[in-house]
């Protein structure tokens, strides 16, 4: 699994994400607009407004909240046009980064994120320069005290692709068509699945091995994330635990 996800566990070890409650409500909102606005409004046929909806409850958004986005989104009630955009790049030690964006604005988003590059010494590539080193894909986080072959018999069984050990938890991947059904097959099992997410796994990585490297890219993806459009950073470098656990950004 990417670096990136080890990255995600780290920043919840330091209450990181305690801190930035407001933003990742603000993010997970402008999610479902665009979900429900692509897809309609109705759960049962738009698997990407599904999905959404469940990582917003899991992440305690309330519901009435999360209706009014949906309304926004379809177009009951009045709200911001959202475009969907990516930007790709490299961080330091030319390991590859994809960031998604939700913006109403697409000049000013771009020459924003182009300046977090060049300012955290990254550099912007041209659309499709790294993405070819990625591939999309549903996942869902089952807590490590679970048993490692119960946890995956009832993945597979469920339709997942792998199972990977990521220290304070397993990661179950899957097709992203299949996601929903895993994590249905996890919870029914009594296996405490986490909120869905579709992420961009790397098919390879970068090996970043020294702590001034790491401090580096760490640094970009930190910047890039704390951006209110981006919505997520996908990035292929490969840190030792013990760099992640140290850094303090």
């Known amino acids: 699994m990417s670096g990136h996800s080890k990255w995600a566990t780290t920043k919840y070890r330091k209450g990181a994400q305690d801190a930035a409650r407001a933003k990742v409500f603000a993010k997970l909102i402008r999610q479902i607009e665009v979900a429900a606005r692509e897809g309609g409004s109705?759960?049962?046929?738009?698997?990407?407004?599904?999905t959404m909806y469940a990582k917003a409850r899991d992440s305690s958004v309330p519901i009435d909240t999360i209706e009014r986005a949906i309304?926004?989104?379809?177009?009951?009630?009045?709200?911001?046009?959202?475009?969907?955009?990516?930007?790709?790049?490299?961080?330091?030690?030319?390991?590859?980064?994809?960031?998604?964006?939700?913006?109403?604005?697409?000049?000013?988003t771009g020459a924003e994120i182009r300046n977090?590059?060049?300012?955290?010494?990254?550099?912007?590539?041209?659309?499709?320069?790294?993405?070819?080193?990625?591939?999309?894909?549903?996942?869902?986080?089952?807590?490590?005290?679970?048993?490692?072959?119960?946890?995956?018999?009832?993945?597979?069984?469920?339709?997942?692709?792998?199972?990977?050990?990521?220290?304070?938890?397993?990661?179950v991947t899957s097709d992203p068509a299949d996601l929903m059904a895993v994590r249905s097959?996890?919870?029914?099992?009594?296996?405490?699945?986490?909120?869905?997410?579709?992420?961009?796994?790397?098919?390879?990585?970068?090996?970043?091995?020294?702590?001034?490297?790491?401090?580096?890219?760490?640094?970009?993806?930190?910047?890039?994330?704390?951006h209110d459009d981006v919505q997520n950073v996908w990035a292929n470098f490969d840190i030792p635990d013990e760099l992640l656990s140290a850094y303090e950004g």
């Not at 970068?206 to 704390?226: G, H, M, T, Y």
């Open 185 to 226: 097959g996890l919870e029914e099992a009594g296996l405490e699945p986490g909120a869905p997410e579709l992420q961009m796994v790397p098919t390879s990585t970068v090996e970043v091995a020294s702590e001034p490297e790491a401090k580096r890219v760490l640094r970009l993806i930190e910047a890039l994330d704390d």
């Open 42 to 50: 109705d759960l049962s046929s738009n698997a990407s407004l599904r």
């Open 116 to 171: 977090l590059f060049n300012k955290n010494g990254g550099t912007m590539a041209e659309p499709g320069a790294v993405s070819w080193q990625f591939e999309r894909k549903g996942v869902v986080a089952v807590p490590h005290r679970h048993d490692e072959e119960r946890v995956l018999e009832v993945a597979l069984e469920a339709g997942a692709e792998d199972l990977t050990d990521e220290g304070e938890r397993w990661l």
């Open 71 to 108: 309304k926004r989104g379809s177009g009951e009630l009045e709200g911001v046009r959202y475009e969907s955009i990516s930007y790709e790049g490299y961080a330091p030690d030319g390991v590859a980064v994809i960031v998604e964006c939700l913006s109403d604005n697409r000049n000013r």
